[in-house]
């Protein structure tokens, strides 16, 4: 088994991957965190739409369902509604993955790392909105130091960063001056979450009361990501012992041709 590679930065689970996707025999591979679970048919429908993409997104739901995972399913929702989730785990084409030479490691949101590195290479991204896959939740430990980071990621897409910004001065200015209002915005928000739930077959996999838990996610959000914004003033958020500055990186489509041949090498030579 080789090492991860201590040349992709501070977040180390990049180096993980870049590690196992260079060492791979196969050229259609699956990444996943360790808490994610798959079963015979999830990976069969992954590596079917793997034919005719370079990178498979598909979805996570918890199980089993502790109070602190059904309030981050919220988050799930509401991502889903706006477009998909980001899960732990993806589809992607070896051949690719090497041709790009992997994707920068020293950022935090590397999923997100991921899918614009491969985008901006000329690869096809498939949001397989109906696939879904089993990941068991965290302790409650490390739900809670999650917070703050899962807010941080935000930098890596700054219009996101602007809307979920205004969210608690704006729920302040309700509760201040109209604070009935906050039972319509809360009806709001469920109903978005409730269209995700929906979207794509969710409805097998999250409970009918997923819905009702967005609001709350959501005004956690709305003080996280200020706690974010202070920790970027503070030169970045600490992971894992270490401080990270950036969420996401900018991704250069036109590598330079030492990088491309580089790259080319690993995957013919199989590592």
């Keep these: 088994m080789s090492r991860p590679d201590p040349g992709r930065g501070r977040n180390r689970k990049v180096a993980g991957v870049v590690t196992g996707v260079f060492g791979a025999r196969h050229d ?3 990444i996943a965190d360790d808490d994610v679970v798959y079963r015979p048919e999830e990976v069969l429908a992954v590596a079917a739409l793997l ?4 990178l498979v997104r598909p979805q ?7 109070w602190h995972a059904r309030w981050d399913t919220g988050r799930i929702l509401l991502n889903r509604f706006a477009g998909a989730d980001y899960p732990g785990t993806f589809g992607v084409r070896r051949n690719t993955f090497c041709a790009m030479d992997g994707y ?10 991921l899918i614009r590195t491969v985008r901006a290479t000329g690869g096809r991204e498939v949001v397989a909105r109906d696939i879904f896959v089993r990941r068991r939740p965290p302790s409650l430990r490390t739900f809670v130091n999650q917070r703050v980071r899962q807010a941080y990621d935000d930098f890596g897409q700054p219009a996101r960063l602007v809307f979920e910004a205004a969210w608690l ?8 001056r109209r604070p009935a209002l906050l039972a319509v915005i809360a ?16 409805g097998r996999y999250f409970p009918p009361t997923s819905a009702l838990w967005a609001p709350i996610w959501a005004v956690e959000r709305a003080v996280c ?38 790259g080319r090498e690993r995957s013919q030579a199989g590592v």
């Design 187 to 202: 009806a709001l928000v469920g109903s978005c979450a409730e269209i995700g739930r929906r979207r794509g077959g969710g």
């Design 104 to 113: 920068d490691g020293d950022v935090l949101f590397e999923n997100l790392q």
């Design 28 to 30: 259609k591979v699956i």
């Design 60 to 66: 996570n739901y918890f199980r089993p369902l502790p």
């Design 225 to 262: 990501v200020w706690l974010g914004v202070g920790s970027r003033l503070r030169g970045g958020i600490m992971y894992r012992a270490q401080r990270i500055p950036r969420a996401t990186t900018p991704v250069v489509p036109k590598r330079s041709e030492s990088r491309a041949q580089s």
């Design 169 to 176: 001065p704006t729920l302040l200015g309700v509760l201040r």
């Design 51 to 54: 034919d005719r993409a370079d």
